[in-house]
Structure formats: structure tokens, C-alpha cells
């Protein structure tokens, strides 16, 4: 089974702080992406990649960025976190040319303080 | 582009009853179309899909979802459900690529909740 892991479930972080949110995929998938789950809201694009070194802005990437060096591994950036991005993030990743959806991490709730 | 609206934000029903938790998409192209299962604490699963073929697929727990073109719906349905049932329940769209394969991004719907009370 496709395995997507990110490496933590909760974190706290105080406003201001830079805050790195890791995705890591062991099934060789080129695309990843990092939605923000809000109630009411569903799950909203972030960012998303489509190879190594590639990103593209998703639906609401203003004080996010996102870093690809390795195929397997797609870092969330908080420049400076700030208490209106406390929410639920998932990481998720798929292949090219394949109709089989998503595959999704456990999430990380993360609260800004 | 894609939108996708679940017309219903909370669905209580008590076990054994049918359920219908209800799915509509807008888009300019053609799509392909899923629900995904959330239970609490978790990451999302994919429960079934819709890409080609008969409009109504199937999952392993019971549950069955009708892709309706002229509608442009694809409710999920279960005709008796479980106390195990309880999650949120996520409808989502991508276009269709070139040569019938899909790799773009997914647009979800807000959510139900599937409340499921003894």
C-alpha cells in the first residue's frame, strides 16, 4: 500500500514563528499537494507539485510557500505563522496519467498562538 | 474550472436506516468523480470512483454512488447503516485528461457529516 506520511500529527507554534510542515511518499508518485482542512470549508489547494523542483499555487497560497528537492519529499512553509492558519493540513500525492485519486497522510493540526 | 457543493453539512440518521448524502458538480469539461471518508482523527480515504462505464459503482461496505450526467450530480447512498458509518464524507472532481487520463488536482466539496445514532 501507498504510504504517505507526515511527520507530525499536532504541533503548537507561536505567531511570527517559521514553521516547516513535512510530506513524505514512499510509491514513487509525481504529484503532491498540501490542502488546509477548515469546518464548513472542506479542503481548500495550497500548493501542489507535479515533479521535483516544479510547484504550482493552488487556491490559497498567500503566506504559504513549498519546497520539492526530492521526488518522495514536499515541505509546507509558514514564512510567519500567523493565528488565521491554525487549521488541519493533509498532505496528499498521485500518479500521472492515472485516474485513481489521491492518496492522504494522517494530517497535522497545527495551532498558532 | 470545477466547483463542487454537498447539500447537506450534517446528516443524522439512526442505525439501520438509508442514508443519501448528496453530491452536485459544476464544470466546463468532463470529470471524473469520488467520495472520500474521513474518520475522526484521520487522514481521508478514497471509498469509491467514478471514471468510465456504469454509472453506479460500489464500494467494499456497502456503499453505492450514481453518476448522473444530466444532473450533474453523484449522491452516495448506503440502504442500511452502521454506527461504524460515522465520518465526514468528502464529493470531488478532477477533469478528465488527455487521453482519458486524469493527474490534475481535485476539487472537494465542503463536507457531510454522517452522524449515525443507536
Known amino acids: 500500500d501507498v504510504k504517505v506520511t507526515q511527520s507530525s500529527r499536532y504541533l503548537v507554534k507561536r505567531t511570527g514563528e517559521k514553521v516547516f510542515l513535512e510530506c513524505v511518499q514512499d510509491m514513487d508518485h509525481e504529484n503532491m499537494f498540501w490542502y488546509r482542512q477548515d469546518p464548513g470549508l472542506g479542503l481548500r489547494l495550497i500548493y501542489f507539485?507535479?515533479?521535483?523542483?516544479?510547484?504550482e499555487k493552488g487556491d490559497i497560497p498567500e503566506g504559504y510557500s513549498v519546497s520539492r528537492e526530492k521526488k518522495e519529499r514536499f515541505s509546507l512553509i509558514l514564512e510567519s505563522a500567523s493565528t488565521n492558519q491554525t487549521s488541519m493540513y493533509l498532505c496528499a500525492s498521485s500518479w500521472t496519467g492515472r485516474a485513481g485519486g489521491y492518496t492522504f497522510g494522517s494530517g497535522t493540526r497545527l495551532t498558532v498562538v | 474550472a470545477q466547483s463542487v457543493t454537498q447539500l447537506d453539512s450534517q446528516v443524522p440518521v439512526f442505525e439501520e436506516a438509508p442514508v443519501e448524502l448528496r453530491c452536485n458538480y459544476s464544470?466546463?469539461?468532463?470529470?471524473?468523480l469520488f467520495w472520500y471518508v474521513q474518520y475522526p482523527n484521520q487522514g481521508l480515504q478514497l471509498l469509491l470512483k467514478y471514471l468510465s462505464g456504469s454509472t453506479l459503482v460500489e464500494s467494499i461496505n456497502g456503499f453505492e454512488a450514481e453518476f448522473n450526467k444530466s444532473q450533474t450530480s453523484f449522491h452516495l447512498r448506503k440502504p442500511s447503516v452502521h454506527i461504524s458509518d460515522t465520518a465526514e464524507y468528502f464529493c470531488a472532481v478532477t477533469p478528465r485528461g488527455a487521453g482519458g487520463t486524469s493527474y490534475g488536482k481535485l476539487t472537494f466539496g465542503q463536507g457531510t457529516i454522517l452522524t449515525v445514532h443507536p
Open positions: 507539485s507535479y515533479d521535483v523542483k516544479m510547484k
Open positions: 464544470s466546463s469539461v468532463s470529470v471524473y
